[in-house]
T-cell receptor, first 116, second 114 residues
């Protein structure tokens, strides 16, 4: 079946503008993660959604970052007043979960954000 | 999650088997061994995972030692498209709801040579 999809694949914006990044998880997957990856760096956890539970926002770097997941499926990550340090690849992953001992996260292709 | 140690880089000839080692000597009994890879400019790709038995799928085989302190990912017939950074992760999945945040180490940069 279809994997995780993300859009846009690339986004170039000017400092101070707002951006929205979209993630479509694998159908039926109940959990969704947002990560970001700066050039040559590892994964940085941002936020986690699971079903109807309150999201785990512990990884959001500032209040300029927010995310929502509508209808338990599509998620949007919004960055307000973008800064150059926000430039990174933003990755979305979904997993079937929960209560299982091994829950594999499947990643989308990412959105490469460049803030000029 | 337990720490893992992998070689920084490896080379393998196209068509040969690529064997990527991973040490996880502090692994605990409820931690799984996961392998992901990341091809340049793409999102991480799940390869395989296992607990204590050897595993095989269409992409690779995972050999876990009896004491579980190390494992080897085997790509049986490497192709140029297998050139990527390979990450070995050990993690436990709790039955308690909560984020299971993936943390990648430096991984092994595998280069498949023609």
């Amino acid at each position: 079946g279809a994997g995780v999809s993300q859009s846009p694949s690339n986004k170039v914006t000017e400092k101070g503008k707002d951006v929205e990044l979209r993630c479509d998880p694998i159908s039926g997957h109940t959990a969704l993660y947002w990560y970001r990856q700066s050039l040559g760096q590892g994964l940085e956890f941002l936020i986690y959604f699971q079903g109807n539970s309150a999201p785990d926002k512990s990884g959001l770097p500032s209040d300029r970052f927010s995310a929502e997941r509508t209808g338990g499926s599509v998620s949007t990550l919004t960055i307000q007043r973008t800064q150059q340090e926000d430039s990174a690849v933003y990755l979305c992953a979904s997993t079937l979960f929960m209560g299982r001992r091994s829950d594999t996260q499947y990643f989308g292709p990412g959105t490469r954000l460049t803030v000029l | 999650d337990a720490k893992t140690t992998q070689p920084t880089s490896m080379d393998c000839a196209e068509g040969r088997a690529a064997n990527l080692p991973c040490n996880h000597s502090t692994i605990s009994g409820n931690e799984y061994v996961y392998w992901y890879r990341q091809i340049h400019s793409q999102g991480p790709q799940y390869i395989i995972h296992g607990l204590k038995n050897n595993e095989t799928n269409e992409m690779a085989s995972l050999i876990i030692t009896e004491d579980r302190k190390s494992s080897t990912l085997i790509l049986p017939h490497a192709t140029l498209r297998d050139t990527a950074v390979y990450y070995c992760i050990v993690r436990v999945t709790s039955i308690i709801q909560g984020a299971q945040k993936l943390v990648f180490g430096q991984g092994t940069r595998l280069t498949i040579n023609p």
